[in-house]
């Protein structure tokens, strides 16, 4: 295996085994017998899986930078985000608020989860974060590293690529409103998505002010936004999350492959408003709609 190669696979595992190692641990914390704490389970009781319908929603959920809940202040709020009154129990009240209204059938934490300075106990911040994910049985969820949730295959990690920085020039929808913080060595994972072949887009964060989808290779790169209240943002700029969803094609007797891969975003406002819906892949014969090009957008 080639040095580059192993580079590109230890970046994208690494995070995830992280990840799971801070869960395993909060399973063996002893837990407070007066607190109402929410419990991890080891496993899920069933595979992901298409609904009876044939879709499947994904809620990719970037930078909560959660702290130590009321205590935590919010950063970067006007007057009508709250302002003084705003902590962390602004984050998790809008993670609330979007498992009701677009009942995911998976979450998608894309890392920065906790803000880690400001987080007595990161194991115990964790779990307040999720916790309203935790109190749907239904829904299951995913922290940073996951792939091949079904095929056509998503990518979710937090770091963009070097090459995002190139969607400045060549087209985007959504918002490209700061610089790309990305490593500055270029291990090739863009190189390895598109010699796998089935990966049709991928899900970042980090960059709090940028939201924007653009293709690369064949590939859709899409931010989350910044949705924690104590990560840093823009005042009279909502908090937002990113939604993903897909659509089986329907068969003669049973559902068939996947037919469309769809996205848009939701702001943290009065009506969670729904904002920059776009087609990011759909199944054809010819190929003509895999990806629909947008011209860059003015910031």
């Not at 887009?201 to 924007?212: Q, R």
Request: positive net charge; aromatic residues 10%.
């Amino acid at each position: 295996m080639s040095s580059s190669l192993l580079i590109a696979l230890v970046s994208l595992l690494l995070p995830c085994l992280l990840s799971l190692l801070l869960l395993h641990l909060s399973t063996v914390l002893d837990p407070d017998p007066d607190a109402a704490a929410p419990r991890v389970k080891k496993a899920p009781p069933l595979p992901l899986r298409f609904r009876h319908d044939g879709t499947f929603k994904i809620l990719q959920v970037a930078d909560m930078h959660f702290g130590n809940g009321a205590a935590t202040r919010c950063r970067d709020v006007g007057p009508d985000g709250g302002g003084a009154l705003c902590s962390d129990l602004n984050t998790t009240r809008f993670l609330r608020r979007l498992i009701e209204a677009e009942k995911p059938d998976l979450i998608a934490f894309t890392g920065d989860n906790i803000f880690g300075t400001s987080a007595t106990d990161a194991a115990e911040s964790l779990l307040k974060a999720i916790s309203p994910a935790m109190e749907f049985k239904h829904l299951k969820f995913s922290f940073i590293g996951q792939k091949n949730l079904y095929a056509p295959a998503l990518a979710f990690f937090h770091i963009p690529i070097p090459e995002v920085r190139e969607l400045w020039y060549t087209g985007f929808k959504g918002q490209y409103q700061e610089g790309v913080a990305c490593s500055t060595v270029n291990s090739g994972v863009l190189g390895t998505l598109v010699s796998m072949g089935d990966v049709k887009a991928v899900f970042l964060g980090h960059d709090h002010l940028n939201d924007f989808c653009g293709s690369l290779n064949g590939i859709w790169f899409c931010y989350g936004g910044g949705f924690g209240y104590h990560g840093y943002g823009r005042p009279h700029w909502p908090r937002r999350a990113r939604v993903i969803y897909s659509g089986l094609k329907k068969g003669q007797r049973s559902w068939s492959e996947v037919k469309s891969i769809r996205t848009w975003k939701v702001l943290d406002d009065e009506k969670l408003s729904k904002i920059d819906e776009q087609v990011l892949w759909r199944c054809s014969t010819d190929d003509s709609h895999r990806n629909a090009f947008y011209p860059r957008q003015g910031v």
